[in-house]
């Protein structure tokens, strides 16, 4: 038995106990701005910016929308094009900061012009919204928009406006920006070490590397779900959703649901499906092909024609299941996926926490999960019955997965016994205490 501390135990003890997490209300009625260079994709980010709304809402706040591309309510966002990191200045900018070690003085005076747009454009959000907290995801942490990272730091040092910096993935994560010319930005905004700025990271490794490469303190909320509300599928969507797909009512699915990069290790469930065809098993990846890694899709299909694997990848828009605005016609929602699922692999070689982990647990799905880094450290210990896969698939995996299918009373038994454990360890009551807590250190608690 692992002897360390779980992961809930390290978040617990951040918070002290005399907070109430069935109250959860500090300084009601807050105007709570978000900011990120988009709010709009099924990503990490987007999924959590909109948990994190809900909670807050729930407790009284107000909460508000700034980025390049906003799928919230539009009486309550402002769209800035240039906020978004495919802006074409803003792509020129990464090309020439990135892969280089020599900056160029017209590199500098562009991130400079951008800079001040920026600024001015978030100080109208601020003052239209009247603003009294920002909440900021992941755009003072990894550089994937320099000038928006500069422009945040200087309007939150003016103003010593109180800020929550999420923190999803650092640039010391990324090999991408291993080599580059904008390092005194780096140091200036990714991120900032100011007195108004509470950070948050996802896992104990990000909050320790934090602390040894910038000296700055954070505090550890992992993502959560609302397993207080079990998820409840539309069955006449579940068929609409099957027919579109060409599937019949009976097909077998595999669901990798994520994006299709090469760090989800998606060639794993090929060749896990590739073991399961014989059982009539296809493999569904929710996301679509080449969206942003196309030699990587190509590659893909090629490795499901050699295993004989009938792939499908979702030709369509995946939406955030938060989206407050109306989708595209094509669009399907993430949490439609799910119900379809006989099995979900998730082999990720990295994750700063995992998302679709959550989400397979939450609609009660039996989980095909590497042990990436993060999940061994803050995850594994806690308890999970999973089907574990240890960096390539075993042939003791690919036997355990088959009786797991094989046998409802071994299925049922595992999915019950993990939802009553991320229910614990991942609700969002968890997230309810941590916010509170992080709250009432800028504003008090309400008598």
């Known amino acids: 038995m692992d002897s360390r501390p779980c992961f809930f135990s390290r978040v617990w003890a951040q918070f002290p106990p005399q907070i109430n997490p069935s109250a959860g209300v500090f300084f009601m009625g807050t105007h709570i701005g978000f900011v990120s260079t988009r709010f709009t994709a099924a990503d990490g980010v987007t999924m959590e910016a909109g948990k994190w709304a809900e909670v807050l809402h729930e407790c009284g706040h107000e909460c508000f929308w700034w980025g390049g591309e906003v799928h919230k309510d539009p009486s309550r966002s402002m769209v800035v094009p240039e906020a978004h990191f495919l802006h074409p200045e803003n792509r020129w900018i990464q090309a020439e900061a990135f892969g280089r070690e020599i900056r160029s003085p017209e590199l500098t005076q562009r991130i400079h012009d951008y800079r001040a747009l920026l600024k001015e454009r978030l100080c109208d959000f601020l003052e239209t919204f009247d603003i009294g907290l920002l909440v900021v995801e992941n755009a003072l942490a990894t550089p994937l928009h320099i000038p928006l990272g500069l422009a945040l730091t200087e309007v939150i040092a003016e103003r010593k406006l109180p800020t929550i910096a999420h923190h999803h993935e650092f640039s010391w994560e990324q090999s991408r ?47 959560v779900l609302d397993f207080d509300h079990p998820p ?216």
């Open 177 to 223: 920006c291993s080599v580059n010319c904008v390092r005194d930005f780096l140091s200036m905004a990714f991120p900032p070490a100011l007195p108004t700025i509470q950070h948050v990271v996802i896992s104990s490794a990000a909050h320790e590397d934090l602390a040894h490469r910038r000296g700055v303190s954070s505090f550890v909320i992992p993502n």
């Open 232 to 447: 409840e599928p539309d069955p006449e969507k579940g068929r609409a959703l099957r027919l579109k797909l060409g599937l019949d009512p009976e097909a077998k699915l595999i669901v990798q649901p994520t994006r299709v990069i090469r760090r989800k290790g998606i060639e794993h469930a090929v060749e896990i499906a590739g073991a399961l065809k014989d059982l009539g098993y296809r493999l569904l990846i929710t996301h679509q092909a080449g969206e942003v890694d196309p030699e990587y899709a190509s590659w893909l299909q090629n490795q499901a024609r050699q295993h004989g694997v009938s792939l499908t990848f979702l030709g369509t828009h995946v939406v955030d299941p938060w989206v407050e605005t109306a989708p595209p016609e094509d669009a399907v929602a993430l949490w439609d996926i799910y119900p379809h699922a006989d099995l979900i692999t998730y082999p990720s070689l990295y994750e700063g926490f995992g998302n679709a982990f959550l989400e397979a647990i939450y609609f009660r799905k039996p989980l095909v999960v590497n042990r990436y880094a993060n999940f061994v450290r803050d995850i594994e210990p806690l308890g999970f019955n999973l089907l574990i896969m240890d960096g390539y698939v075993s042939r003791r995996l690919v036997a355990r997965i088959r009786d797991v299918l094989q046998s409802e009373e071994q299925r049922r038994a595992m999915v019950e016994h993990n939802y009553r454990l991320a229910h614990r360890h991942f609700s969002y009551g968890v997230l309810r205490r941590c916010l509170s807590f992080l709250l009432m250190n800028f504003f008090g608690m309400e008598t």
